[in-house]
Structure formats: C-alpha cells, structure tokens
T-cell receptor
Framework: GQSLEQPSEVTAVEGAIVQINCTYQ??????LSWYQQHDGGAPTFLSY????GLEETGRFSSFLSRSDSYGYLLLQELQMKDSASYFC????????????FGSGTRLQVQP | DAGVIQSPRHEVTEMGQEVTLRCKPI?????LFWYRQTMMRGLELLIY????????DSGMPEDRFSAKMPNASFSTLKIQPSEPRDSAVYFC??????????FGPGTRLTVT
C-alpha cells in the first residue's frame, strides 16, 4: 500500500518561517509534489521534486531526500494569506500521472 | 484559459437518486482525474483517464460509481443510487505535459 505522513496542524506567526514535513512509503517513487488548498477552494500546485535537493520558488521552497523517503515544504516570511492546508503527493509510477496524496497539514498563521 | 470547469458547483439530492457530475478539462490536456475529498478520508483518487481511456479505476468505491470520458473535452462521474455516505467534495483535475495537476473548483455533493 501507499502511505504518506504529515503533521495534522502547524501554527506560526506572521513573518516567521515554518517547515512542513512529509515522509512516504510507496511501492514506487517518481517525484514529490506539494499543493496548497484554502478553505472552500481547490488544491493548487506549489512545487515538484524528482531529484534530491532544494527547489526554491519565491517565499516557498521544497526539499527532497529520496534515500530517507522524506521531503519538506519551507514557507518563509509567512503572511496571513498562507493560512491553508498543505498536501504532499507522490507520483508512484512513471507511466501514470496519478498522485497519491497525504492527509494534509493545516497551517494557521497568527498575527 | 478558463481552467478546469465543473458543474454543478453544489448538488443536494435525496438518497437513492442518480447524480451526475460534469467536468471539462483544460484544452490540450490529455490526462483527467476524478478525486473525492472528505474530512475522514482526505483527498482520494477515484479514477484516472489518459487520452480518454480509463487507466486506473481502482479507487472507485463500488459499482454505484461510474465514469466516462466520451471525448477529450468532457467527462462525467455518475453515482446511482446515491447514499448519504457519498456526501463529499468531488474534484476533477487535468494534466498536460508538466507535473502540475490543475484542479477544478469542485462539486459539493450532499445526499440526504
């Protein structure tokens, strides 16, 4: 079976840095994605890592260690609008584009 | 581009009724996904089409659920008969050559 573990909730203050971890146990691995979902909204794509290392996109960065089956999403200079749920998702088969999603981490940014 | 379009946005129906959810993927995208999201089970993949052909329907919960993609610009997810436990938000997503899946706004289904 497929298993992705994320913390259920994280709280931080505006301007701070927060890291959301994701560990996975899957039958195959071809990449780790991160999606953001605001309450009542649809998931939106943030990042994708296929190789080990750090990918940076503005205030958001994503890291992958394939040997540790681990990744994280790093959010810097937190803003109130970053309050949302964040999902990691694994692509388990190179021939299939379907994703297996984690249960999500609810981030609350406080003033 | 209008993005992925889903209809209806909200559906309230009584147990036993047939429900049909509709999706128009982004033009040019050749993969289409139906997901269901609930508090208890999170975001679950129901079925995945590639070039209009169902590739993986292992997530379809039971025979009451069926999905079709008659052409590259339209897909339906049907539940017949519907049950209260089917209440959820159903998302359609499409994907082209990139790793990004583009999600529609979702259909919030309530079965009473």
């Amino acid at each position: 079976g497929q298993s992705l573990e994320q913390p259920s909730e994280v709280t931080a203050v505006e301007g701070a840095i927060v890291q959301i971890n994701c560990t996975y146990q899957t039958s195959g691995f071809y990449g780790l994605s991160w999606y953001q979902q605001h309450d009542g909204g649809a998931p939106t794509f943030l990042s994708y890592n296929a190789l080990d290392g750090l990918e940076e996109t503005g205030r958001f960065s994503s890291f992958l260690s394939r040997s540790d089956s681990y990744g994280y999403l790093l959010l810097q200079e937190l803003q109130m609008k970053d309050s949302a749920s964040y999902f990691c998702a694994v692509r388990v088969d190179t021939g299939r584009r379907a994703l297996t999603f984690g249960s999500g981490t609810r981030l609350q940014v406080q003033p | 581009d209008a993005g992925v379009i889903q209809s209806p946005r909200h559906e309230v129906t009584e147990m036993g009724q047939e429900v049909t959810l509709r999706c128009k993927p982004i033009s040019g995208h050749n993969s289409l996904f139906w997901y269901r999201q609930t508090m208890m089970r999170g975001l679950e993949l129901l079925i995945y089409f590639n070039n209009n052909v169902p590739i993986d329907d292992s997530g379809m919960p039971e025979d009451r659920f069926s999905a079709k993609m008659p052409n590259a610009s339209f897909s339906t997810l049907k539940i017949q008969p519907s049950e209260p436990r089917d209440s959820a938000v159903y998302f359609c997503a499409s994907n082209g050559d990139s790793y990004e899946q583009y999600f529609g706004p979702g259909t919030r289904l309530t079965v009473t």
